[in-house]
């Protein structure tokens, strides 16, 4: 079974820098989706940014970038530029293509952003 | 509006009373899923749906039951509710259930204590 890993339970940044959050997984599959979510105080989950594995460039969303190492299978998250309304929690999320239920989402175990003014 | 709603958004009840957590869409997907979100373990799937009918157990099925009538609908049924059961849950939805990528849309969550 497909594991997500996020080492990072808290992070901290000042307001206008840049911040990685990092996320490692396991798999056995060659072809999968890579995806962050973000969870502010609402509770609502946005998705940030998606990666295809069979893709070797890196997803950019505005300010919103990954590093996707397949070989290392590490897939962090940069957030350049960062505003107050980026503090949430974090979300790292896998995806698989090859099986029944192929939607279903596997998560890590979050990273709390705090953005300090 | 396309969305995901789900009702109650709070809920306070005891060990051992029935409850429902709807979940409803309004943009004919066919699949839905639901999650349930615990500090330390980010959001784990309970059942999934890939269409009417058609249910299927997720990573953490045991105490929860599923119902899939209606295409629009998928409500989360806990007929003997416990403590182990206080959690933050989701309702997820997406255009189809197979291969391919389509996005996956949240409903608002719903919190949930069990006393």
């Known amino acids: 079974a497909q594991t997500v890993t996020q080492s990072q339970p808290e992070m901290s940044v000042q307001e206008a820098e840049t911040v990685t959050l990092s996320c490692t997984y396991d798999?056995?599959?060659?072809?999968?989706?890579l995806f962050w979510y973000k969870q502010p105080p609402s509770r609502q989950m946005i998705l940030v940014i998606r990666?295809?594995?069979?893709?070797?460039q890196n997803a950019t969303e505005n300010r919103f970038s990954v590093n996707f190492q397949k070989a290392a299978k590490s897939f962090s998250l940069k957030i350049s530029d960062s505003q107050l309304g980026d503090a949430a929690m974090y979300f790292c999320?896998?995806?698989?293509?090859?099986?029944?239920?192929?939607?279903?989402?596997?998560f890590g175990q979050g990273t709390r952003l705090t953005i300090n003014p | 509006e396309a969305q995901v709603t789900q009702n109650p958004r709070y809920l306070i009840t005891v060990t051992g009373k029935k409850l429902t957590v709807t979940c409803s869409q309004n943009?004919?997907?066919?699949?839905m899923s639901w999650y349930r979100q615990d500090p330390g373990l980010g959001l784990r799937q309970i059942y999934y749906?890939?269409?009417?009918?058609?249910?299927d157990k997720g990573d953490v099925p045991e105490g929860y039951k599923v119902s899939r009538k209606e295409k629009r609908n998928f409500p989360l049924i806990l007929e003997s509710p416990s403590p182990n059961q206080t959690s933050l849950y989701f309702c997820?939805?997406?255009?189809?259930?197979?291969?391919?990528?389509?996005?996956?849309?949240f409903g608002p969550g719903t919190r949930l204590t069990v006393l």
């Open positions: 999320a896998y995806r698989s293509t090859l099986i029944q239920g192929a939607q279903k989402l596997v």
């Open positions: 997820a939805s997406s255009l189809w259930g197979g291969l391919g990528y389509n996005e996956q849309f």
């Open positions: 990666q295809e594995a069979y893709k070797q």
């Open positions: 749906s890939m269409n009417v009918e058609v249910t």
């Open positions: 943009m004919n997907h066919e699949y």
């Open positions: 798999t056995s599959e060659s072809d999968y989706y």
